[in-house]
């Protein structure tokens, strides 16, 4: 059964990068044809897909944030990695690692940006 647990700080500051593990077990992230995604939801707001890896490695990012995201993978430790610059209270949100085909996800993990 494949599990996914988000992991990183609940707090950060303004302009600081964010940095989230996401780290599954029961599966590989290079199982064939799974995209390994974040994903998060702002409070009061509805869910905004930020980016994705797939099983090959290509990263995928929304046009949004492409500027400011970076996901990446150890599969050592079959971890995926969120990394989102210069963060603004317009950050804060649950954010959530899933996989797709069909979805799971994590439980989430509340981070807010405040000084």
């Known amino acids: 059964q494949v599990q996914l647990q988000e992991s990183g700080p609940g707090l950060v500051k303004p302009s600081q990068t964010l940095s989230l593990t996401c780290t599954v077990s029961?599966?590989?992230?290079?199982?064939?044809?799974?995209?390994w995604n974040w994903i998060r939801q702002p409070p009061g707001k509805g869910l905004e897909w930020m980016g994705a890896?797939?099983?090959?490695?290509?990263?995928y990012y929304s046009p949004s944030l492409k500027s400011r995201i970076s996901i990446s993978r150890d599969t050592s430790k079959n971890q995926f990695t969120l990394q989102l610059t210069s963060m603004t209270p317009e950050d804060t949100a649950v954010y959530y690692c899933?996989?797709?085909?069909?979805?799971?996800w994590g439980q989430g993990t509340q981070v807010t940006v405040s000084s």
């Open positions: 029961g599966g590989a992230v290079t199982t064939n044809d799974y995209y």
């Open positions: 890896i797939g099983d090959s490695g290509t990263t």
């Open positions: 899933a996989r797709d085909g069909p979805w799971l």
